[in-house]
Structure formats: C-alpha cells, structure tokens
T-cell receptor, first 114, second 114 residues
Framework: GAGVSQSPSNKVTEKGKDVELRCDPISGHTALYWYRQSLGQGLEFLIYFQGNSAPDKSGLPSDRFSAERTGGSVSTLTIQRTQQEDSAVYLC????????????FGDGTRLSIL | AQSVTQLGSHVSVSEGALVLLRCNYSSSVPPYLFWYVQYPNQGLQLLLKYTSAATLVKGINGFEAEFKKSETSFHLTKPSAHMSDAAEYFCAVIFGAGSYQLTFGKGTKLSVIP
C-alpha cells in the first residue's frame, strides 16, 4: 500500500517478555518517527531517524526501549522486559524530510501487557 | 515552557451546526501548526497544516483553521457538522525551524448529535 504500515496491529504479552514492533514507512520518506499514545500521557515522542544520521533517542522512557532502522527504510522498536506501564498504542510516522513537512501516521500497534 | 493546550476534552454539536475546536500554544519561536483527526482503532490523519504562509488554512473534509499570532491560537472550525466528523481531534506543534518532533495537545473528542 501507499501508507505507513505497522505490524502487528495488536500484541498481547506477559510482563517480563520482550516485544518487537515493526514499521514500514512510505517509500521515499527519509524521516521516521515513533510516538506512544496512552490514556494517562497522551501522545509522546519516542525516537526520530533521519537518513543515515544518528537517531534522536531523547524521548525513549527507559533503557528497556531501543529502536533501529535498517537500510534507511524499515524500523523496529524493541521493548525488553516489558512492564504493565508499557501498555499503549505505538504509532509510527514518516515524512519526506524533517521539519515542517507533515508526518504521515500508520494505524499503530496496540500493546497490552498482562 | 513550550506547550499545546486544547480546551475541552469533549465537545458535542448537533448535525449541521458549527464545529469549533480550540487550540492554544505557548512558544518563544515561530511554530509550525497541525491538526490531526483520529478515528477509532486508526492512526492519525492530517487535516491541515500552517507553515507561515496564509494565516487561514483550508484542509480536508471542509475543515479550516486560522493562525492568530497575537492570541497564540490555531482554532479548528467547520461550518456544518456531519455525523462522519465524530472522532478525536489533535492539535500538534513543531516548535521552530530545525525542530521536528510533534508536541500534541491532549485531544478533543467530537460527538455529533443527529
């Protein structure tokens, strides 16, 4: 498809397990972003990738969270040793370049930690 | 501090009535402003953006917003509400050139009464 694709759409896992969330951005978009949407905190920025530059990880809430972007395209967000407070919808977005270009969002991955 | 405030977490209007969703921001630098809409179990869809051109911005689905620098506001309006407009609306800001992360308001859930 032409939009941002995220998988899985839903993920239920037990506390303490590791999870991987995948994002496939719009073709040709060099900037990729991860956000988290939760009831208590609203929408929060997590991490930003731009081309081959070092990512901005300033929004990651703890060192259990990491992300990578391979070949300037697909990105994976990994959460290790999941906790119940990690339950949220994780949204990925991409844009042509960074700055004032609109960010286009995927449908998100709804993560539930039991 | 830079922030985004949406007045009213829930707004109800009658079908055919004016829709007005409020957004104010606090910033020491010229902002880039966006409105997004989110339907249940979906990601965020861009409605419109302001990036320092015309202060009145027209978007999709008949929505428009006006940037008022003196009031630090970017309110979203639509002359006549449709049932299909029922969704959650988010105001988002990129604070200044060189920045890229979206800072979101808490969102306003719009209900349309038949």
């Amino acid at each position: 498809g032409a939009g941002v694709s995220q998988s899985p759409s839903n993920k239920v896992t037990e506390k303490g397990k590791d999870v991987e969330l995948r994002c496939d951005p719009i073709s040709g978009h060099t900037a990729l972003y991860w956000y988290r949407q939760s009831l208590g905190q609203g929408l929060e920025f997590l991490i930003y990738f731009q081309g081959n530059s070092a990512p901005d990880k300033s929004g990651l809430p703890s060192d259990r969270f990491s992300a990578e972007r391979t070949g300037g395209s697909v990105s994976t967000l990994t959460i290790q040793r999941t906790q119940q407070e990690d339950s949220a919808v994780y949204l990925c977005a991409s844009s042509l370049v960074s700055g004032n270009q609109p960010q286009h969002f995927g449908d998100g991955t709804r993560l539930s930690i039991l | 501090a830079q922030s985004v405030t949406q007045l009213g977490s829930h707004v109800s209007v009658s079908e055919g009535a004016l829709v007005l969703l409020r957004c104010n921001y606090s910033s020491s630098v010229p902002p880039y402003l966006f409105w997004y809409v989110q339907y249940p179990n979906q990601g965020l869809q861009l409605l419109l953006k302001y990036t320092s051109a015309a202060t009145l911005v027209k978007g999709i689905n008949g929505f428009e917003a006006e940037f008022k620098k003196s009031e630090t506001s970017f309110h979203l309006t639509k002359p006549s509400a449709h049932m299909s407009d029922a969704a959650e609306y988010f105001c988002a800001v990129i604070f200044g050139a060189g920045s890229y992360q979206l800072t979101f308001g808490k969102g306003t859930k719009l209900s349309v009464i038949p």
